[in-house]
């Protein structure tokens, strides 16, 4: 148990749909992080928010949406995706200072149909 | 920019048998280093980490790293591999204090064949 969930772990979705992935932590941790992991490419970061602020934007194309309410919760909003945006989207989350470890979670499977 | 590439990108063994999964670096600075591992339908787990001090960093199930600054290498290595550690091991490095940048390298599928 790591700490931090993912729902869903598994979506289907159509390129004109929106849908949402929701990560909660519960390690009292202040930031937190979505990655992208698609097959043969390296894990990319997407986004990073410390402290409920959205520090990195890393080029990520506007069709994806996050949103961090609170330090528990990252959300990361879909609509009119493509293709291409099928992979493993993982969610982590950290301590500003300490050990810098960044816990993960397991992960929501998206294809886009 | 920082980057890490991971030389190999399977590596079968032998149970029983040694293994070292290779992990170079660039970076204009001082960095971190870390070695996770993802399982089967998981998230990423942290092996260990290097922040600072000794160069040879002990983690868990029973994998070991040694930092070569000279060489910009981290290493992870275990004498003894075992079918369980048959997963995908990914290497990276932040520069970056407070919220952490991880820069991953493309990742290196162990095998442990009986």
């Known amino acids: 148990e790591t700490g931090v969930t993912q729902t869903p772990r598994h979506l289907v979705m159509g390129m004109t749909n929106k849908k949402s992935l929701k990560c909660e932590q519960h390690?009292?941790?202040?930031?937190m992080y979505w990655y992208k992991q698609s097959a043969k490419k390296p894990l990319e970061l997407m986004f990073v928010y410390s402290l409920e602020e959205r520090v990195e934007n890393n080029s990520v194309p506007s069709r994806f949406s996050p949103e961090c309410p609170n330090s528990s919760h990252l959300f990361l909003h879909l609509h009119t995706l493509q293709p291409e945006d099928s992979a493993l989207y993982l969610c982590?989350?950290?301590?500003?200072?300490?050990?810098?470890?960044?816990?993960f979670g397991p992960g929501t499977r998206l294809t886009v149909t | 920019a920082q980057s890490v590439t991971q030389l190999d990108s399977q590596v079968p063994v032998f149970e029983e048998a040694p293994v070292e999964l290779r992990c170079n670096y660039s970076?204009?600075?001082?960095?971190?280093l870390f070695w996770y591992v993802q399982y089967p339908n998981q998230g990423l787990q942290l092996l260990l980490k290097y922040l600072s001090g000794s160069t040879l960093v002990k983690g868990i199930n029973g994998f070991e790293a040694e930092f070569n600054k000279s060489q910009t290498s981290f290493h992870l290595r275990k004498p003894s591999v075992h079918i369980s550690d048959t997963a995908e091991y990914f290497c990276?490095?932040?520069?970056?204090?407070?919220?952490?940048?991880?820069?991953f390298g493309q990742g290196t599928r162990l095998t442990i064949n009986p």
């Open positions: 982590a989350s950290s301590q500003e200072t300490g050990d810098y470890e960044q816990y």
């Open positions: 970076s204009s600075v001082s960095v971190y």
């Open positions: 990276a490095v932040s520069e970056y204090q407070g919220a952490q940048k991880l820069v």
């Open positions: 390690l009292g941790h202040n930031a």
